[in-house]
């Protein structure tokens, strides 16, 4: 039943040592969303692919890269994690055809 | 760029009370969602307000939206402890990616 999956829930990094998010979803939606969320803050959006298309938040730092290779999976990636990069990472989806806008559960991301 | 506030910024009810959340935004609002977040989880939709003066209900939760369209209200009727968490206000942009208020959070005393 779950529309949008992320993989891992947890994920433990070092300092400098590259990491991935996954998400996936079972919607066929052709939007896919990344938010950041730090601690006792709101999600910030750091990019979001319409279709192929990618848009780029302008504050986004360049540390931050996305993929997405077909409408169902979507994937993060942090080049060189700082610790101010710890965080829930919450991919959503959604678009145009529909006025909702789907989240999964998040990725909790921690640099040691 | 828009910005939301929420008030207030945290709240604490006693179980059977009702209570109201407030966004209000410093520019017209062309799609308003409420979505409520447990800690440590994912965002649950829970309404989405476009036109002004329009009103949704779901269960105990009303939603509005001003007529002038920038400023909306969250009211839960009865609350329950299953209410606790935090309530996040978004503004949708042309790509309907979300701006989100600050939150509030929201603890229901049994």
């Known amino acids: 039943d779950a529309m949008v999956i992320q993989n891992p829930r947890y994920q433990v990094t070092q300092f400098g040592k590259p990491v991935t998010l996954s998400c996936s979803q079972t919607l066929n939606h052709n939007v896919m969303y990344w938010y950041q969320q730090k601690s006792s803050q709101a999600p910030k959006l750091l990019f979001h692919?319409?279709?192929?298309?990618?848009?780029n938040e302008a504050d986004t730092p360049d540390n931050f890269q996305s993929r997405r290779p077909n409408t169902s999976f979507c994937f993060l990636d942090i080049r060189s994690p700082g610790l101010g990069d710890a965080a829930m990472y919450l991919c959503a989806t959604g678009g145009l055809s529909t006025d909702t806008q789907y989240f999964g559960p998040g990725t909790r991301l921690t640099v040691l | 760029s828009q910005e939301l506030e929420q008030s207030p910024q945290s709240l604490i009810v006693q179980e059977g009370k009702n209570l109201t959340i407030n966004c209000t935004s410093s520019?017209?609002?062309?799609?308003l969602y409420w979505y409520k977040q447990k800690y440590g989880e994912g965002l649950i939709f829970l309404m989405m307000l476009q036109k002004g003066g329009e009103e949704k209900s779901h269960e105990k939760i009303t939603a509005k939206l001003d007529e002038k369209k920038q400023q909306s209200s969250l009211h839960i009727t009865a609350s329950q402890p299953s209410h606790a968490g935090i309530y996040l206000c978004?503004?949708?942009?042309?790509?309907?990616?979300?701006?989100f208020g600050s939150g509030t959070q929201l603890t229901v005393l049994p």
């Open positions: 978004g503004a949708s942009g042309s790509a309907r990616q979300l701006t």
């Open positions: 692919y319409y279709d192929k298309d990618f848009n």
């Open positions: 520019k017209t609002l062309y799609g």
